[in-house]
């Protein structure tokens, strides 16, 4: 199983981009899917997570200005950037909760993809 993100790139403050995450193998199903940065110097964070159902959860800092949303058909999770902020620069990475295998045999996994960077300029 492999989560490819891409989308990331430079943008001046007050600008837009958007992530996308596709995941791809043997995959069964997924459950929970998230973007999480990690900005120089700093520990990585949760930016937003999404459940298999629908619902959403966004870190403080970015509520109002992202917004997560999946593709269930496609296995993919978007990230809409809004309104960045010089704060918003960091890499930025895909993470899902995989059930990995065929309806007879399946079991759960945490992945991560590349980091795609995203650098916010004034």
């Known amino acids: 199983v492999q989560l490819q993100a891409s989308g990331g790139g430079l943008v001046q403050a007050g600008g837009s981009l958007r992530l996308s995450c596709v995941a791809s193998?043997?995959?069964?199903?997924?459950?929970?899917m998230g973007w999480y940065r990690q900005a120089p110097g700093k520990e990585r964070e949760l930016v937003a997570l999404i459940t298999s159902g629908g619902s959403a959860k966004y870190a403080d800092s970015v509520k109002g200005r992202f917004t997560i949303s999946r593709d269930n058909a496609k296995n993919t999770v978007y990230l809409q950037m809004d309104t960045l902020k010089l704060e918003d620069t960091a890499v930025y990475y895909c993470?899902?909760?995989?059930?990995?295998?065929?309806?007879?045999?399946?079991?759960?996994?945490?992945?991560w993809g590349k980091g795609t960077l995203v650098t916010v300029s004034s």
């Open positions: 993470n899902a909760d995989i059930q990995v295998g065929v309806p007879t045999y399946h079991y759960g996994m945490d992945y």
């Open positions: 193998g043997s995959i069964f199903s997924i459950d929970a």
